[in-house]
């Protein structure tokens, strides 16, 4: 059950990116949405997996452009990210976002918490 009033129009939504990192298309759409849904008052946990966690390096190997559209989600109540990984791994996530560890089981979680779950 949501959080939120029974008469407001917010939903909460996760948004997970791990699509191949090579082809933007379905990046772009999941990062476009993400934007979408936080400008009109959704409440948005963007996740980011698979090939999707190359975005969240501090220095982007390729797609400069949308590398820098992530770095405009706290200006859309976007105040965090998180990456489903190996915590094992210690990256170097990029400055410019809080990037938050997250498990397959909190993954899970949130999926169960979300009105609306999209996988790009």
Known sequence: MSELAPNTNSKNWL??????????AALQAGTDLA???????????????????????????RHEALHRLLGSLPYYEIDRVYALGSHNEAPTYRDDLAVL????????????????????
């Open 15 to 24: 948004i997970t990116l791990s699509g191949k990192a090579q082809s933007t």
């Open 35 to 61: 934007l979408a849904a936080g400008a009109f008052g959704q409440k948005v946990t963007l996740v980011f997996s698979g090939e999707g966690l190359a975005l969240l390096k501090a220095e982007p190997d």
């Open 101 to 120: 560890p997250m498990s397959q089981a909190e993954w899970a979680a949130a999926e169960m918490a979300s009105d609306i779950v999209v996988n790009y």
